[in-house]
């Protein structure tokens, strides 16, 4: 195993090619202009600026697809534990499974559907669904495509939910399975695994026509259950406060923070009609938690939280030049920046 030391001393000498305030100078531009910033920056390799001054989503997406491919190939060499490594990596095994399912259901092309390779190789999972032999996948993997295949037994059609429920609570549950266990990084990974899964499931309910529609797609290991979610449902603004009331009588402290959390988020959600801050709000889990405590970090939660920000840039990087394509004012920009 690499010493933390060295892999601290790799992330030190790493610090200078983060963005960090070229990202909000990069929205106050237009499209071709923050590409041209992006490769002079030498975001996604060493570049010579945009061709002939135009904008290129194709481009934009390859520049970004480099980054994610340096930060897992970063993952792979030096993360201190199977924990911290599949924590990253194994969401993207999950997509590309998922993927291949829905390529073998619909017979459409595969490779457009694919994210960056992950902890499996997509040689490996292509074998998988060509031979029908899911034994050559993780047990996790192969036991959400067996659910995914019980759920369109009776035909694939309106089964996309329930298909992406059942990979999405068998990689939450995988996930928590492999971060039991001492040390600080695996508990600073279940914290966020917890939070995640309450705001994963939050984001359910609040797109969900009905609570029993809602909990058949509910994802294990969060802090709150299915009826703890009621209040989304709710008739009225009364009714909903009565059953968060009840949710919260007796409930310990840390569930009590995570109910007023995704309350809270609940009530913006009916307020504004959109559930676009809830959404938000869940894709930046980590980083919010990691950046509360950014000064107090040791052992290995410098390296988690150096791979969290590498993910949110490029993840800032394609929100920013997709709403430059489109027009988007620069205060509306931000307002879609994972943790600003």
Do not use: W
């Not at 090619?17 to 070229?22: A, I, N, R, S, V």
């Not at 390799?45 to 980054?67: H, Q, V």
């Not at 994802?219 to 009840?246: H, I, M, R, T, W």
């Amino acid at each position: 195993m690499i010493s933390r030391t060295y892999a601290n001393g790799v992330i030190a000498a790493k610090e200078k090619y983060f963005l960090g305030d070229k990202l909000l100078r990069l929205i106050e531009t237009d499209a071709a202009g923050a590409l041209r910033a992006l490769k002079e920056s030498g975001f996604g390799g060493e570049n010579d600026g945009a061709e002939n001054g135009k904008f290129s989503s194709d481009e934009t997406e390859a520049l970004i697809a480099a980054e994610e491919t340096k930060t897992n190939a970063f993952i792979r060499e030096y993360a201190g534990s199977e924990a911290e490594k599949e924590y990253f990596l194994a969401p993207l095994d999950c997509h590309n499974v998922k993927a291949y399912f829905k390529a073998k259901l619909t017979g459409a092309e595969v490779s457009k559907m694919l994210a960056p390779e992950g902890a499996l190789a997509v040689k490996k999972i292509a074998a998988a669904f060509e031979n029908e032999d899911y034994s050559l996948l993780p047990g996790y993997l192969a036991f959400a495509v067996a659910e995914a295949e019980k759920a369109c037994e009776g035909g694939a059609a309106g089964k996309g939910a329930e298909v992406g429920a059942a990979f999405e609570k068998a990689l939450f549950a995988h996930l928590f399975a492999v971060c039991k266990g001492a040390g600080k990084s695996r508990r600073a990974l279940r914290g966020a695994l917890k939070e995640k899964a309450d705001l994963t499931n939050l984001v359910t309910a609040l797109r969900s026509g009905s609570a029993e529609a809602a909990a058949g797609q509910y994802v294990p290991c969060g802090a709150l259950s299915a009826e703890d979610f009621s209040f989304c449902f709710a008739e009225n603004a009364e009714q909903a406060d009565k059953l968060y009331n009840k949710a919260c009588a007796g409930a310990g402290g840390a569930k009590k923070k995570a109910l007023k959390t995704v309350y809270e988020l609940y009530r913006g959600a009916k307020e504004s009609g959109s559930v676009a801050e809830a959404e938000k709000r869940l894709a930046e889990t980590e980083i919010r938690l990691f950046e509360a405590r950014k000064y107090e970090l040791s052992g290995s939660e410098p390296f988690l939280y150096y791979v969290l920000r590498r993910k949110t840039e490029c993840a800032n990087v394609r929100a920013a030049m997709v709403c430059l394509n489109a027009g988007m004012k620069e205060s509306e920009i931000k307002k879609r920046l994972r943790g600003l």
